[in-house]
């Protein structure tokens, strides 16, 4: 799993891995760094990243919660096919 970075999103002097290499950094690079600050696009901030690990756990837990939401959305629109086509 990598990460990128557009290079207007970078804060040099906050993030240091990102003055050196604007782009995708790795997983591993985020984890070792532990906090820094993110862009995000969505919401046009900065956002502080506490703790790499702890905050891509919660993603991963909103994303399986949204996936699961959806597939349960899907099923109710489901229905029985109409007599004339079975």
Same mark, same amino acid.
């Given at each position: 799993?990598?990460?990128?970075?557009? *290079? #207007?999103?970078?804060?040099?002097?906050?993030? %240091?891995?990102?003055?050196? =290499?604007?782009?995708?950094?790795?997983?591993? &690079?985020?984890? #070792?760094?532990?906090?820094?600050?993110?862009?995000?696009?969505?919401? &046009?901030?900065?956002?502080?990243?506490?703790?790499? #690990? *702890? %905050?891509?756990? &919660?993603?991963? =837990?909103?994303? #399986?919660?949204?996936?699961?939401?959806?597939?349960? &959305?899907?099923?109710?629109?489901?229905?029985?096919?109409? =007599?004339?086509?079975?």
């Amino acid at each position: 799993m990598g990460f990128c970075l557009p *290079e #207007e999103a970078v804060l040099p002097r906050v993030w %240091h891995v990102a003055a050196d =290499r604007v782009g995708c950094t790795t997983d591993a &690079e985020l984890t #070792e760094i532990k906090s820094f600050w993110m862009w995000d696009p969505v919401k &046009e901030k900065w956002d502080y990243i506490r703790d790499w #690990e *702890e %905050h891509k756990r &919660e993603a991963m =837990r909103k994303f #399986e919660q949204r996936w699961r939401t959806a597939l349960v &959305e899907a099923k109710q629109k489901l229905r029985p096919l109409p =007599r004339w086509i079975q």
